[in-house]
């Protein structure tokens, strides 16, 4: 293998790693804002309409307060005309997460905590809150959230 194709690899290797803002712990993955949800538990649906307009972007709403051990099925619909993505963790982790999508712009997320849209497009996500705290839900595309592209989940 030649040094042209070594670094890519490498790259898309941490790149994937850091990506997923879980670590691995023997067979499962380890969340900051809880676990994914299990289809058979009861859940509560809390619909997000992604959109973008007039210098802002926004989610809507910007704000979810739960319960401790509460499982959300997450509806996720990006309602703008750009690409846009929910990515749940802490506010650190999606501020270092936010730094990796400046170096690669193109990543895009189908993990557990989160999925990136295209226009029109829609997702779920299960989520179950097992961690009392605050968390945030943010749309990591470059600049999205530094235009406002980014609300918080209160658990109680």
Known sequence: MNKYVV???IGACAMTVLASTAF????EKHFSA??????????????????EGEGTMAFAPDRVEVKRGEQIRFVIR???????????ATLGENAE????????????HDDPNGKTLEAGKSAEILWKFTK???FEFACLVPGHHQAGMHGLVIVK
């Open 7 to 9: 670094f890519p690899l």
């Open 24 to 27: 691995a712990h023997g067979d």
């Open 34 to 51: 809880g676990k994914p949800g299990n289809s058979v538990e009861k859940s509560r649906t809390v619909e997000i309409v992604m959109k």
């Open 78 to 88: 990006n309602g703008g005309a750009l690409k846009h993505e929910f990515m749940l």
């Open 97 to 108: 997460h936010g730094k990796l999508m400046e170096r690669f712009p193109d990543m895009e």
């Open 132 to 134: 009392a705290g605050t």
